[in-house]
């Protein structure tokens, strides 16, 4: 009975705080990787790639949720809990419009699902500012970074107003389409290096 109870006792390789503190900690790299790869996938355009890119897609949203989470502990840690809070609901936002658009985009909804995306340049916006403004006041990144971080925000607003019918500021235009998020996610992983680099945390996990 005693060797029972030790063996049950006893946590494994993927009953610890360890494990799911590296996995939730590497899950912002997770997600640019499963949002690029669903791109490139839905650029083909047809039937099936449009389904499949759907599938990754709600894979790099479930990655973005755990990484918000990975944030929040990391400035609950730093007391920073405040901006934490608006990361998760940021990415939470994110997350409803992003499964918006990907169901307009399997449903063939092709200009309400830019419309969407075009929206979506604010709540993305608040993700990049809210562990940009906790990290900075928490003391775990310089100046010179939180200012690039900002200017990513202001870049993120601008995103939200490229309406145009064709051209560089059109919905699907080169901004809106390539330009905005890619340095969106290259933000993305500048997050995920700070979040890695904290020491590990007494009880998120």
């Known amino acids: 009975m005693s060797t029972l109870t030790a063996t049950v006792a006893a946590?494994?390789?993927?009953?610890?705080?360890?494990?799911?503190?590296?996995?939730?900690?590497?899950?912002?790299?997770?997600?640019?990787?499963?949002?690029?790869?669903?791109?490139?996938?839905?650029l083909d355009g047809n039937r099936t790639r449009t389904v499949i890119a759907a599938a990754l897609s709600g894979l790099a949203i479930l990655y973005l949720m755990w990484f918000a989470a990975a944030i929040r502990v990391s400035l609950a840690e730093s007391g920073r809990d405040g901006w934490g809070a608006a990361a998760t609901a940021a990415s939470a936002a994110v997350g409803g419009v992003f499964l918006l658009l990907i169901s307009?985009?399997?449903?063939?909804?092709?200009?309400?699902?830019?419309?969407?995306?075009?929206?979506?340049s604010f709540v993305r916006a608040m993700f990049t500012m809210a562990p940009t403004f906790?990290?900075?006041?928490?003391?775990?990144?310089?100046?010179s970074l939180f200012a690039l971080g900002v200017a990513i925000v202001v870049l993120g607003v601008f995103g939200g107003t490229t309406w145009f019918a064709d051209g560089l500021w059109a919905p699907d235009g080169l901004y809106s389409r390539f330009v905005l998020p890619i340095i969106q996610l290259l933000w993305v992983l500048v997050l995920n290096a700070v979040v890695w680099s904290r020491p590990p945390s007494r009880s998120g996990w």
Do not use: C, D, K
């Not at 503190?21 to 839905?42: M, T």
């Not at 307009?104 to 979506?120: E, I, K, N, P, R």
């Open 104 to 120: 307009a985009s399997v449903a063939g909804l092709t200009q309400f699902a830019w419309a969407a995306f075009v929206l979506s």
């Open 11 to 42: 946590p494994s390789g993927v009953n610890t705080s360890a494990f799911w503190e590296r996995l939730w900690r590497s899950s912002g790299v997770q997600f640019v990787a499963l949002a690029i790869v669903a791109y490139f996938v839905y």
């Open 134 to 143: 906790g990290f900075w006041r928490a003391g775990l990144i310089s100046n």
